[in-house]
């Protein structure tokens, strides 16, 4: 893999911010990818409350995720995964997405993690991290983050079905002991194993 930095984004990384929302657009607006749009505010509020994960090249933006809490943080969805097109192919989406997800059991230890993707490769990565497809009942109630989704452009059939259904497919990750999930050797990666030295 390319030598990327893959780590909590800070203050530090705020002019990247008009990359990353442009990344998005870009990505949405793709055949065939349900991604909801985000603001320059919405992505800026994210790396300064500390719920994001950004990756570089050198100094090149290469990468994002970022993580949102729902239901008194009951809930915590993982999203806007996005990889810049130049930098597809060196694992670098896997390598992301698991940064955010250790992200987010250090922040919500005890929340159910989940997410709606269309993709296939994002869908696989969940899996390798333990996620399971669900049923949209299953995700969080909350009308705030349903409403996160009007931007895509999948949102009418959302609208159709009450919810309830759409091209995406929901994935859900429960931490309770209740719960049969074996960790894999691949998904125990800490985030320093994740952040090479920039080159």
Known sequence: MKPFTICP????????VD?????????????????????HDYVRSKIE????????????????????????????ATSGLIVQPQFRGHGLAMAIKKAAF????????????FGLTTSLAVMK?????????????ELTTDQEFWKG?????YFDVLQRSG????LCTGMIFDPSPKTKWKRKKSSSLSLAALTPPMQ
Request: aromatic fraction near 10%; hydrophobic fraction near 40%; proline fraction near 3%.
């Open 125 to 137: 990565i969940n899996s390798e991290l333990g996620f399971t497809p669900v049923t949209f009942t």
């Open 149 to 153: 989704c009007e931007t895509c452009q």
């Open 19 to 39: 990359a990353v929302v442009q990344a998005i657009a870009d990505a949405s607006r793709a055949k065939g990818t349900g991604l909801a749009l985000r603001s």
């Open 163 to 166: 919810n309830k259904n759409c």
């Open 102 to 113: 250790h992200l987010a059991r250090q922040k919500f230890p005890g929340a159910k993690l």
């Open 49 to 76: 409350e500390g719920k994001a994960v950004i990756a570089l090249f050198k100094e090149e933006f290469a990468g994002f995720c970022y993580i949102e809490s729902w239901e008194h943080s009951r809930y915590v």
């Open 9 to 16: 984004a800070t203050t530090e990384h705020l002019p990247y």
